[in-house]
């Protein structure tokens, strides 16, 4: 599956978790401008990468505003349809998320946002036709630009598509 990023963002390549981390370090530290902050930037970014390889991540990139975006396989059904994506919906409203599920190229996409602690938290859930397992891209940031991510994580799924590697 093929996803444009905003072009603000810059991709850590995960492939290589040893450079990833200062890659990652290296951004945030230009995007604070707090040269006094870099030990702590560097535990950081390490613990941000660990965190995502471990969850078996694939997409880790950071927005222009510091946002966060990152990407997943989770287990999923190959038969993705509208009752699978509106079931999926009810159970995490249930826990709490505000949702809403949009309609894609590629079919339902069910985007799920929680708040807590000045942080939200957005989720795309989004289905490969075919593919038992469906993709989590997730965009988390500090609260204050709530519906600059909203609509971050819609364009992002809008644009998904079959055509090029993950």
Same mark, same amino acid.
């Given at each position: 599956?093929r996803? /444009?990023?905003p072009?603000? =963002?810059?991709? +850590?390549?995960?492939?290589?978790?040893?450079?990833?981390?200062?890659?990652l370090?290296?951004t945030l530290?230009q995007?604070?401008?707090?040269?006094s902050?870099?030990?702590?930037?560097d535990?950081? =970014?390490?613990?941000?990468?660990?965190?995502v390889?471990?969850? %078996? %991540?694939?997409?880790?990139a +950071?927005?222009?505003?510091g =946002?966060?975006?990152?990407?997943?396989n989770a287990p999923?059904?190959?038969d993705?349809?509208g009752?699978? =994506? #509106?079931a999926?919906?009810?159970?995490l409203?249930? /826990?709490g998320?505000?949702?809403?599920t +949009? #309609?894609?190229?590629?079919?339902?996409?069910?985007v799920?946002?929680? +708040?807590?602690? %000045?942080?939200?938290?957005?989720?795309?859930?989004?289905?490969?036709?075919?593919?038992p397992d469906?993709?989590?891209? /997730?965009?988390?940031?500090p609260?204050?630009r709530?519906?600059?991510?909203?609509?971050?994580?819609?364009?992002?799924?809008?644009?998904?598509g079959l #055509?090029?590697p993950r």
């Amino acid at each position: 599956m093929r996803l /444009t990023l905003p072009a603000d =963002a810059t991709l +850590v390549d995960l492939a290589r978790p040893d450079h990833a981390a200062p890659r990652l370090a290296a951004t945030l530290d230009q995007l604070r401008n707090q040269p006094s902050l870099a030990a702590e930037t560097d535990m950081l =970014a390490r613990q941000m990468i660990e965190e995502v390889t471990r969850a %078996g %991540g694939y997409l880790f990139a +950071v927005l222009g505003d510091g =946002a966060t975006l990152t990407g997943a396989n989770a287990p999923g059904t190959p038969d993705w349809t509208g009752e699978y =994506a #509106d079931a999926l919906r009810w159970r995490l409203d249930d /826990t709490g998320h505000e949702t809403i599920t +949009v #309609d894609t190229p590629l079919g339902p996409v069910v985007v799920a946002e929680r +708040v807590t602690a %000045g942080i939200v938290q957005l989720q795309a859930f989004l289905a490969e036709p075919g593919c038992p397992d469906i993709v989590v891209i /997730t965009l988390t940031a500090p609260s204050g630009r709530s519906q600059t991510h909203r609509m971050t994580i819609l364009d992002i799924v809008h644009t998904a598509g079959l #055509d090029g590697p993950r």
